[in-house]
């Protein structure tokens, strides 16, 4: 019994020796989830990263369509953890790491041998290329050879010895016609150079001879000129009436009769400012200004005692004149007066005072004359200002004979000065031609006789007839010769060449059917096998010792790709990226692609043990670092590895969209300050539904969201997430407007008192459309959303782009006033206007044009939706274009309640329903929603979290691999256990017995 027992207690000491062996060895530390952080972070719409300054404490309100993403938080997890395990850990990732690398630099190692040994067979094929051509000919040649009967074989050689014969007489004929032709070439060419250089010396002479021909002409035009330019003088003096008057004495008269009119013409404006607002006409004249003198002659002719009893003064001091109390030429002399100061002074009324007033206007009118009176330089103003500008006229036209005369003189002198510089520089051209011409003497050229019209162009218009012209036909001549002689001696050299080849491969066949000392078909086998061993030749190739062997189809066909590879490619292009074909011809391809492959496994796997070492030997230096700051956050994958979510909803369930576990970047962390690890950590991400509404009352979303661990988790990170819940409080809705009288492009929530004025007539601009605007009556307004883009529909511009495509879009989002207003849209007078229906259908609006606006006006209450066209659209039903539309419904992730029954929802505004966001740099795995139900709630839906960059299985640095080493240690000790139970048992039995 004392035996049993002993055994059974060493057994069971021995179990647990080995269990906390095994155990011990997965002794590690992980940055576990200690808590999820309550403040949520809104992701930044400028950037793709999590900004922990968006929140500032915990968002509030959240806009539709948005995302919260919570972090996940370690509590300090490096704190709780002693500084022997953290170095532990450390150095044996660390140890891990060394020899990681060490394998890897194996690997590296293994591929660059690979990879020169690849290059190498690959510059041996290229350097080998003519020598393995022939060399697999000669197999492929001698393989015939041996498998051709005695007697054939020998009808064979005849044959091509009889061939041999005539061929060598048809090479030494087109050696012969090569050579001829050779020769003939080379004498044309020689023809053609001296041409040339005769042809060069001409053209050399033709820009002396033209310009010495341009010169002469010049000078011949020169001289006309001066000729010419004399009589233009002499005419000019002759037109003068005073050809001595210089044209400064001309200026200084013509100036002092330009102030003189000046004079006139401000006496003049003088006089006729007075004359208001009548005008000083003939009409005028001779209807009240001489009646008016014939009146007031006639009037001072009358005796005294008429003047003094019953005088023009009395008429005209009285307000209603009766004429009968009047004498005749008292009336005539006051109406005259009367009118003459309407008429040229405007006044409706005249006293005593006016016949003073009437004397003066007539004496100013008598002074100022007519404007079409005759020139006299005594008469009236208007009549010295015609006198003074006819004179000034003449002035003018002799002043402009003698700047002429002046401009003719000037130009005399020119053309005097041009001819002494053109006679030098003729001299000078002169001696150049004689230069060039004395330099050809084989052409014999007399400088005096050569002209432009005998030596011909340079250019391609020359004559035929010409110096130029007879030496390019000469020349042309020349080459067309030497192109035929060129074509003669291609066709020689390329018979030669072709006869050649004939020749050799008649010779080649000859020799390997007659040449004694010629190795078998299976010796140069073997041969090709050892002189090449970097090809990868066939088994049966490689096999092969007889001729039978090398006779097969297998083997000829390898032979003929083979050659045909050598023969047909450009193996220029050397190493890994060459032809496939071609690579696979190599016998060291294989070890490269192995080579590739392992290094390409253990890279990535290298890099993720790299990683998780960095974050150890972080760990622990934070640790035994006084006061160092700790990193608050989650981030190694071990953390949240088999993580799933749950979430249970009291109110708002139906505005979430979706829940997952994501890895993401971060920034302006204000909270920690210490080293950070990674740039990346984990959050819980809360993704809220999009929605259109033009309600304004915010929506409150309550409820709490829960982690859990599937079993595939790590055993060793272990922690009540029975109490790792996330409560959730949040109000859901828009924002206010920055502006309070402007309409943004995303809808806006616009509250009476705070976002707008309560007037009775208040006026809302666009911030997509300032040149529109809204005016309505906001008395008792209530709350509302707003907001309007001008985004392109592509479905109804789609539908009508064969009518016009200068279709313009006013997108509002419905939202609706308790009164109407005036929806001022601007677009051109002669546009079309419609309104966009429900369903994406088009309705012609007869509105009213605001021309000075430039707006129609439409009076409504909600900003709906309208399109503006340059032509009248013929329209379409859009539910006619597509009557096969299907009907999709999405379920969403927290959706328990059957879905409710479908319909065709109605086209949304562009814009602002087009769904939530999506700005991850890691995409996380795919979410799993499905439940089995309960029989008293609905499930509640569990989202796994798998990110992309985590490794499906444990690679390096796993520590479910000792723990399961641990495990089985420890199942084969109890199995051990057992077995020492019986046979204990056993024993005692038979003991008994």
Known sequence: MKKTMLSILLAAQLVVSLAATGFAATDQVTYHIGSISPVG?????????????????????????????????NNQAAAGTSEEQLLTRSSRLADELEQENAYLDSLRSDLETARRNLENALNAAVLSKDILAADLEGLIAAIDAETVGAEQREAEIASLRQDLTEQQAYLDSAIELDSAADAALEEIRAGIRLAEQELEALRSLVPPVRERGSLEERREELLTAIQDSGDLLTDAEAAMSDPLETTAALIETRGGLTGRIDGLKEQISGI????????????????????????????????????LDSGAEDYLDDPSPDPDGYPEVVVRYGEAVRELLAVYQGASGAGSDGIAAARNLAGDLGELGLSDDPPDQDGSLYARLSFLREELSRIDDELSLSRERDAIQSGLRSLENELAELDETLAACSEEIERLAGGVPTLSLDPELLTPEALGGADDGWEADSMIGRQQDRLFSLLEEKSDREKEKANAAEKRKDEQVAHDEISRKLSALTDPDAPSAAVRATRLRQNYPFLLLSQTLREAEDIQTLSSDAVLDELDGLLGLFLSRDLENRGPDSDEALLEKMRVYESYRAAESAYSRQLPRSSELARSASAAALAHSQASSSGSGRYPYVYENKAVDGVKLKSKWEEGKRYVDEISLVKKRYQNDSGYTGEAPSQYIYFIALKLKDRDTTSASPVDLFGTISMKKSSRSDSLNKFDYEDMELE?????????????????????????????????????????????????????????????????????????EDQTDGLLFWNGNGGFFNRSGYLYLAAEEDSFLYRIGSGGGLVPVDAEYDEYEGCFVIRTRALGRYAVSDVELELIDPAGEDPEEQIVVVITPDDGEPPAAPSVPAKPSPGWSQGSRSDEEEAPASSSQASAPESSQPPEPEVSSAPEELPAAAGTGDISVPLLIGVSIAGAMLLTLIVFLIIGAKSGRFRRQ
């Open 272 to 307: 006729l400012d007075g004359l208001l607002p009548g005008s000083l006409t003939a009409e005028n004249d001779s209807g009240v200004y001489q009646p008016y003198l014939d009146a007031r002659q006639e009037y001072r002719g009358r005796p005294d005692a008429v003047r």
């Open 728 to 800: 959730i409080s949040l109000e859901i809705g828009f924002t206010h407007p920055d502006d309070a009288n402007l309409i943004p492009i995303d809808p806006a929530a616009f509250y009476p008192d705070e976002d707008f004025d309560e007037d009775a007539e208040e006026t809302f601009d666009f911030e997509a459309d300032d040149d529109s605007f809204y005016v309505a009556n906001t008395k008792n307004q209530k709350k509302l959303v707003l907001g309007m883009n001008t985004d392109y529909d592509d479905e109804i511009g789609a539908l009508y």
């Open 41 to 73: 972070c809104l992701l930044d719409d400028d950037t793709n990263r999590v900004d922990f300054q968006d929140s500032a404490g915990g968002p509030t309100r959240v806009r539709y369509g948005e995302t919260v993403y919570f972090p996940l938080l």
